[in-house]
């Protein structure tokens, strides 16, 4: 199984590829947090060149991660410029992949893997 995953940070996205149930990287690319359409119009082409079987987003915010909200998967009110209601899963593709998404903030998203771990 190949896992990808990306994490918004405020200054900084980084986006991986790892296999197997180990964390086996196998690919990992990073750009700088710019406008929205920019930052995640590259999040979306890297992924298209990246072959993955599930995805994880993680994302500064505050972010809407309730799925039943029609704002999910959203930035909804930030202090960061031009990121006010962002559509982060639909602006990387999320939407229309045929895998399974999980979507959390940059804060619990680790969290959780360490709960896990």
Not at 57 to 65: H, M
Not at 91 to 103: D, E, H, M, S
Request: aromatic share 8%; glycine share 10%; hydrophobic share 45%.
């Amino acid at each position: 199984m190949r896992l990808a995953a990306v994490e918004l940070g405020g200054t900084s996205i980084r986006v991986a590829i790892a296999e197997g149930n180990s964390i086996n990287i196998v690919a990992r690319e990073s750009f700088p947090c710019d406008a929205p359409e920019v930052t995640l119009g590259k999040v979306r082409a890297w992924l298209a060149v990246h072959p993955f079987d599930a995805l994880g987003v993680a994302s500064f915010g505050p972010i809407e991660v309730r799925k039943s909200q029609p704002k999910y998967g959203f930035i909804t009110t930030t202090p960061k410029h031009g990121w006010v209601d962002v559509d982060v899963l639909g602006g990387i593709g999320a939407r229309a992949l045929n895998v399974p998404v999980a979507f959390d903030t940059d804060v619990n998203a680790p969290a959780v893997s360490e709960y896990r771990a």
